[in-house]
């Protein structure tokens, strides 16, 4: 678009048409649609702002009502004096190029852009105030149901008012407010992926080492909790604070009371309740307390622990950065526990969230030269951390190894990498490795805003075979490494985080079997890894890697491996909180003293009497992988009881009564499906369960089950497609959301009773007992593709199609053979599969 910008020099010494008073002076800046001035008036003695866009540039500039006259009194209606506003705009052509003109008060001075580049450092108590200035905007926003759409570090001024007497030191305006939307070819970003992009930005600013203890634990929890996972959460049911600046405001205050509660927990952090930190990120880079808070006792750890690429998932709070983390070799450094006898392999943990800052919403450049820049940026960093774990642990546990080994090692490296070998006496060392590696990372992301530029030159970067190439090197220098696997622990590796088309770049080298290294994946569920790469290989699981779904592996567990897991976890946060009333969940929750069969539950709903889920094997049966559902459900029980002051041991009764329970546990399910209705299409997927759930429970009251002797209820949590649908189009998109959210579960190794391999569809566990359906495992709704398609595209008309009522009991039973329907929708037909 800067091809339609004039020349600004045609501008200077104008007067604004319509405000002769007001002349030209300075040019502020200039962007890809407009350019900035300052205007005086000599007048008045008062400078203005004056944006010059070319009409050419904006939306609907050739039609009769264009479109961005309105777009720009959006920043009039913004209630938030933090806003730049325009008072006034007018036509202005100057030497044959159309424009108009936008007028606004001047702000004194410097984009935060700016002051990026020209500041070394940034101090972190200059970020908070930050953070919070643009979150309260952020609220004002959302209260007025707007949004900035162009929100950086280019609109962002920064106002210093150190000489004040009074006040912050800085202040904070918001410029273009709307002018994105009035530029054509615009595309309006999200606001808070924005905020979180700007905070990045600032945290690379900050200098680490030279920071106060309060001032690192900040950095760390802004890093860590709020940039990894608060900003650029969509999702409330996993993260009450998603897209909530007022919640995301409270947390950023939390930061120094967590703070002096770490102080006063002296060489450890306590926790003030047992149901803290319920996600891995707010831990943040306290190893002391992940050590204590971590349970080998996970179910699935056997799997990830073995030498192969795996692929892990399940519900998000199920553990997987949890267990990548606890595994991880600088961890255990940290942790005194990495002594060589309990080290079976090399770990090195990399969490996503600086791939998606550098590539977000990839997709595949136009130029090949530029196809391996992410794969550059990506082995750079794994190589890197890679060099950093083997420092830490070589020389405290093989000192003579290390000084013999280092130089020649690193000497090897730089030609295999093919880097600039520095000219001084400390070049082959893994310390000048780490600094070029991490000079090579910031070349790939600032070369990638590049990619698709004809005119730009690009060098060599990192192919998929330089990461095993540099374990290889390494085993072969230390032999402390030869009988040791290396394993890459990538977290966070999910779509649309991740892009489809940046994992398919990226898997040449992630999927990539190697007897050197190993890769092993973490992503939100199955439908958000993709499983093939650029050149089209698609990799099979059993083959190239291995797939842990953590849901599934908890479902079908065994009771005892499970309870005992959650006694464990729970135990340790017990013990971890001071004088906390009870130290068992058993104490806490309790359990019936007899088991009920579930046989003899579905019976008594079909009399209309409606079941108490309590105790500690109901918990076992309610989770789905989802621990940190599950500790903070306890917690919630532990409130609606009246808090901790009102919990006290009891020798025959749990500590909080069976119906508390009860009704804590069903209005959290309410509270998921709530969360899950306000997502994008998430209506849809609300009913979609719902009509699940109305058909299983019909089922359950009117149809007997064909598996058991004794004609017991048919007891349905699971869809069972006949046969694979093979899904395309809307109704894949669909099904993956059904996966992505965890509403169900995806069992790729189920069988249908036609004997076919298909996919089994578990309904998320918490959400069984306000359907009115059992925990039993044993029934399925058995479904043609046609009746699944219509379930995904139309659940209403499914429900009332598949849905027994008790005038209809005869006919059902009687075994009358239910219609494929087929799908009538012109859409719907092209993706239907041939059957």
């Not at 699971?718 to 093979?726: A, G, L």
Request: with cysteine; net charge neutral; charged share 30%.
């Amino acid at each position: 678009m800067r091809k339609n910008l004039p020349d600004y020099t045609f501008f200077l010494g104008q007067q604004i048409p319509g405000h002769e008073d007001y002349v030209i002076e300075e040019l502020l800046g200039s962007g890809c649609n407009a350019h900035v001035f300052r205007a005086q008036s000599a007048k008045v003695g008062r400078a203005i702002a004056c944006k010059i866009v070319p009409i050419a540039n904006l939306i609907g500039y050739n039609q009769s009502n264009p479109a961005w006259r309105d777009e720009i009194l959006k920043p009039n209606a913004a209630p938030s004096d933090r806003v730049v506003k325009f008072y006034d705009s007018g036509g202005w052509s100057v030497n044959g190029a159309d424009c108009i003109y936008l007028l606004s008060d001047l702000v004194r001075g410097r984009s935060l852009s700016q002051l990026l580049k020209k500041e070394p450092h940034v101090d972190v108590g200059f970020i908070v105030t930050f953070m919070e200035e643009m979150l309260d905007f952020l609220r004002e926003l959302q209260g007025a149901n707007l949004q900035h759409g162009d929100f950086h570090a280019g609109n962002i001024l920064v106002e210093d008012r150190s000489a004040s007497l009074v006040g912050p030191r800085y202040g904070f305006r918001v410029t273009d407010f709307g002018v994105a939307s009035i530029t054509s070819e615009a595309v309006l970003l999200d606001d808070f992926e924005q905020l979180a992009e700007m905070l990045r930005q600032l945290l690379k600013k900050v200098d680490y080492q030279a920071c106060s203890p309060e001032d690192r634990y900040t950095f760390d929890t802004l890093n860590n909790d709020l940039l990894a996972k608060g900003l650029v959460e969509h999702d409330a049911g996993f993260d009450p604070r998603a897209r909530n600046p007022v919640a995301l405001f409270r947390s950023l205050r939390e930061i120094p009371k967590s703070f002096r509660a770490m102080i006063a927990g002296k060489a450890r952090r306590t926790l003030i309740t047992p149901f803290d930190f319920l996600s891995c990120e707010q831990i943040g880079e306290s190893h002391v307390l992940l050590k204590e808070l971590y349970s080998d006792k996970m179910l699935g750890l056997p799997a990830i622990e073995a030498v192969n690429n795996l692929v892990l998932t399940g519900p998000r709070g199920c553990g997987k950065t949890t267990v990548f983390r606890s595994l991880s070799l600088k961890h255990r450094y940290y942790t005194d526990d990495d002594t060589p006898s309990g080290i079976r392999y090399i770990s090195v943990y990399y969490r996503c969230d600086d791939l998606y800052f550098s590539f977000p919403r990839y997709e595949l450049p136009s130029r090949s030269e530029a196809l391996d820049i992410p794969l550059h940026f990506l082995s750079a960093t794994l190589i890197r951390e890679l060099l950093d774990s083997l420092s830490l642990w070589l020389q405290r546990h093989f000192v003579d190894s290390w000084t013999r080994n280092e130089t020649r090692a690193a000497a090897e490296l730089w030609d295999v990498l093919k880097l600039v070998r520095p000219q001084h006496s400390k070049a082959d060392t893994f310390d000048s490795l780490r600094r070029q590696l991490g000079k090579e990372r910031e070349r790939a992301a600032s070369k990638q805003k590049f990619a698709n530029d004809p005119k730009q030159a690009f060098g060599e970067y990192f192919g998929p075979d330089i990461v095993p190439r540099v374990c290889n090197v390494l085993i072969s220098h230390f032999a402390e490494l030869q009988d040791r696997p290396i394993f890459f622990f990538v977290d966070d590796y999910s779509a649309p985080k991740i892009s489809q088309k940046l994992q398919q770049n990226l898997n040449r080298l992630l999927m990539q079997r190697s007897s050197a290294c190993f890769f092993k994946l973490a992503t939100e569920s199955p439908a958000s890894f993709e499983s093939r790469d650029v050149d089209g290989k698609a990799y099979v699981e059993g083959r190239e890697f291995s797939l842990v779904n953590l849901g599934i592996d908890f479902i079908h567990a065994d009771r005892d491996d499970k309870l005992q897991f959650f006694d464990d976890i729970f135990n340790r946060r017990f013990v971890y909180t001071e004088n906390y009333p009870v130290q068992t969940l058993q104490s806490l929750v309790g359990d019936e003293e007899k088991e009920t069969s579930q046989n003899e539950v579905a019976r008594a709903m079909r009399e209309k009497k409606q079941s108490i889920v309590w105790g500690k094997r109901a918990l076992g049966e309610l989770c789905s992988g989802d621990v940190h559902f599950l500790i903070g459900l306890v917690g919630k029980m532990v409130d609606k009881a009246g808090g901790r002051d009102a919990i006290r041991p009891a020798a025959a009764t749990p500590a909080i009564s069976a119906e508390i329970q009860n009704k804590t546990i069903r209005e959290e399910a309410g509270s998921f499906l709530r969360n899950l209705r306000a997502l994008p299409k998430g209506q849809n997927l609300v009913e979609i369960v719902e009509a699940f759930g109305a058909v299983a429970s019909s089922y359950l009251r009117f149809r007997d089950s064909r598996n058991e002797g004794g004609s017991p209820p048919h007891q349905a949590t699971r869809i069972e497609p006949y046969e694979d649908p093979h899904l395309e189009g809307q109704f894949k998109e669909t099904y993956n959301d059904l996966l992505r959210y965890s509403v169900f579960l995806e069992d790729v190794r189920g069988k249908s009773r036609r004997g076919n391999v298909v996919p089994r569809l578990y309904l998320r566990r918490f959400l069984i007992p306000s359907f009115g359906l059992t925990f039993s495992k044993r029934d399925s709704l058995e479904l043609s593709v046609d009746e699944f398609k219509e379930l995904l595209a139309s659940p209403k008309i499914f429900e009332k199609r598949k849905r027994i009522r008790e005038d209809e009991k005869s006919t059902k039973e009687a075994g009358q053979p239910q219609l494929d329907l087929p799908l009538s929708s012109p859409k719907q037909d092209e993706v239907q599969s041939d059957e």
